[in-house]
Each structure stands twice: as C-alpha cells, then as structure tokens.
C-alpha cells in the first residue's frame, strides 16, 4: 500500500546510471502480474544511452512530420505539443522501456470482433503489469513516468524497435529530481457504486 500511495508521475530526473538489476527487478515485477488466460503478452525492451538517443532521434522526425501533415492521428493533433514536451523527458531519463503487446497488431489495422476482445484483455493484462513495474520501482527508489504519447510516431518507432507486436507505449525510469505533490482523485463516492 506504501508504494500505491507514495507513486509519483516522475518528469525531471538526475544524471545518474540506473543499475542493470534494478531495471531487472522491476521486470521481475512486472512478470508476476494476472493475465488473460495466462497468454502473458507483454515484451519489456531496455533502451540506454546511444540506442535510446537513436530511438528517440527516429520519434522526434516522426513527431515532426506528423505535426505538419496530421495524417496518423488527425483529431488527435492538438496532443502533439505535449508529445513533444513527452520526448524531452524521455530524453532525460537515463533508462526508456519500451512496452509491446508480442499478440498485438498495429492499432492502424481493422480486426474482427473475437481478435479485438482478445486485443482488449491482453492490453488489460499489460496494464495490469505496468503498474506492477511503476510500484516495484517507487519501492527500490526509482521514479517513473507511463508514456502513451509513443502514439504520433507508432509506425516510425515500430519500424526502428524490429519486434514483432503491438506497441503499447514506454516507460521512463530513473532517479526522481523531483517530488510533485499527489494529483487530484476523484472522491470514492463518485466512483464506487454498491447494488444489492
């Protein structure tokens, strides 16, 4: 419970190393989490140093095309700001894990029914382990920011990543330079509903 409440959105971080079994401790984590009929479908790849400034070099063109043309994502375009302040922080986290769904298509396909309900509880199952990771790492000391604005720039950063699967999005992780206070919640009364 100690690490649901003390979880922080992490979006400044300092200029140190993250151990390689830290990362793998939080994968550990992530791993043990329920999943629809146990397809465990998630893929965690670690990108450091230069192949994540080479990642992130390839999304920041992508960012740029699509901030002119609006053809991927075209209502979606007023995000692309945030996008762009999204890759700052993700090139200032020393660690970027990269999510994919190994049973995933690209969202840009049409799937029949039965795939996509399949889709929609792999991606549940996914969840379910993001946040398995995200508390592993507030325990062990380690901040984190979930990341879905990987969105403007999907077919580009799957192309560069050569994993077969649907990109879910990323993960910074590294030493918080920052300790924002709690975020707003809705009160329970709002969202829980009992009926006999």
């Known amino acids: 419970m100690d690490s649901i409440v003390e979880r922080r959105s992490i979006r400044k971080y300092k200029e140190m190393e993250v151990p390689q079994d830290q990362i793998e401790k939080i994968v550990e984590a992530a791993v043990k989490a329920p999943s629809a009929k146990n397809r465990q479908p998630?893929?965690?790849i670690v990108y450091c140093e230069t192949a994540k400034k080479e990642l992130l070099d390839i999304m920041e063109e992508s960012l740029n095309k699509?901030?002119?043309s609006h053809t991927l994502l075209p209502d979606s375009a007023g995000g692309i700001p945030d996008a762009?302040?999204?890759l700052k922080i993700m090139r200032q986290a020393p660690v970027l894990i990269i999510v994919m769904n190994t049973n995933g298509r690209s969202p840009f396909e049409n799937i029949n029914s039965d795939d996509r309900i399949t889709e929609?509880?792999?991606t549940l199952s996914?969840?379910?382990s993001i946040e398995n990771m995200l508390l592993k790492a507030t325990e062990i000391g380690l901040g984190t920011l979930w990341i879905a604005n990987t969105c403007f720039a999907y077919k580009d950063l799957v192309g560069a990543i050569g994993e077969e699967g649907?990109?879910?999005g990323a993960i910074a992780v590294g030493y918080a330079d920052e300790m924002p206070n709690p975020r707003p919640r809705k009160d329970i009364e709002k969202t829980?509903?009992?009926r006999k």
Do not use: H, M, P, R
């Open 192 to 194: 829980l509903v009992f």
């Open 166 to 168: 649907q990109l879910i």
């Open 84 to 86: 762009y302040n999204t």
């Open 126 to 128: 996914i969840g379910a």
């Open 42 to 44: 998630w893929k965690y």
């Open 120 to 122: 929609i509880c792999d």
């Open 66 to 68: 699509e901030s002119e």
